[in-house]
């Protein structure tokens, strides 16, 4: 085969184009003797790791029959997730409806919206617990599936089935030793499930986990408060007390998920 084409292939809809994202050798920002690669997210469809998020959960939900054709799938999102759910919904046929704190970025709310959903603003106090509650309300009102990303076992589950295997084998078919695995979380799928991914192979691994110094959920060791919604146990039930303001959109929410903290 001829290498130029190795990865031009054809493809039956623009799910299937979702993973296998490359990792790069970052030269310039290295130290002397030290190696730091990056797994380019970006190169997904709609540009971020929630691609595959989105396709998880609407595949399982569409096994459980929870999600059937005509459909609506409601989120509470700060913008990537909620942009891979309407790519995902549009290809599938069904409606989207995001609900996004006034805070995150009107860009992403655009995109949203060029993709077919219907995008509702909640006040930026409120912040992320407040999104959620009104996603919550709505999807309780209307009947609609509620993605659940910050609870859904599918989260995870998408990145210990793809992510975390793609670091692996990228790694031993260069024949490099993966020292150790950074990453930030939002919803906490890629900390989770990547994670366990890769200490199962690579127990060796020293797996890292960032949050901002403003906003230290985790490493204070607080529980975070919960409630149960729709029948299902998990929802923040208050903001974490630890939380206070940063400038990262998509990392660390004003609440600690529970597929991180699981």
């Not at 919904?89 to 860009?107: K, T």
């Not at 009104?134 to 793809?162: D, I, M, P, V, Y």
């Not at 799928?189 to 366990?196: I, L």
């Not at 890292?208 to 985790?218: C, M, N, R, T």
Request: charged share 25%; proline share 6%; aromatic share 8%.
């Amino acid at each position: 085969d001829d290498p130029r084409f190795e990865r031009c292939n054809v493809y039956e809809n623009i799910t299937e184009t979702i993973g296998q994202t490359p990792i790069v050798k970052l030269r310039r920002l290295s130290p002397p003797g030290v190696n730091i690669y990056a797994k380019l997210e970006y190169f997904n469809p709609l540009s971020s790791v929630k691609d595959r998020v989105a396709l998880s959960i609407v595949e399982a939900a569409e096994a459980k029959g929870e999600l059937k054709a005509g459909g609506t799938v409601i989120e509470a999102t700060s913008g990537n997730t909620g942009i891979a759910l309407a790519m995902v919904c549009a290809q599938r046929g069904y409606r989207f409806v995001a609900v996004i704190a006034a805070g995150f970025s009107v860009e992403r709310r655009k995109v949203m919206r060029m993709l077919g959903a219907r995008v509702l603003v909640t006040p930026m106090i409120l912040g992320g617990t407040g999104m959620l509650r009104k996603a919550e309300e709505l999807a309780e009102r209307h009947g609609f599936f509620l993605a659940r990303q910050f609870e859904s076992e599918a989260n995870a589950a998408s990145h210990r089935q793809t992510t975390g295997p793609e670091i692996l084998a990228a790694f031993n078919r260069a024949g490099l030793v993966l020292d150790y695995w950074v990453t930030g979380y939002g919803s906490g799928g890629t900390f989770a499930g990547a994670g366990e991914a890769i200490k199962a192979e690579s127990p060796g691994t020293k797996i890292i986990l960032s949050e901002p110094k403003s906003a230290p959920l985790v490493s204070s060791g607080r529980r975070q408060e919960r409630r149960e919604v729709l029948g299902v146990y998990g929802a923040p039930a208050a903001p974490h007390p630890e939380w206070k303001p940063h400038g990262i959109q998509g990392w660390t929410p004003n609440f600690l998920p529970k597929v991180c903290e699981d």
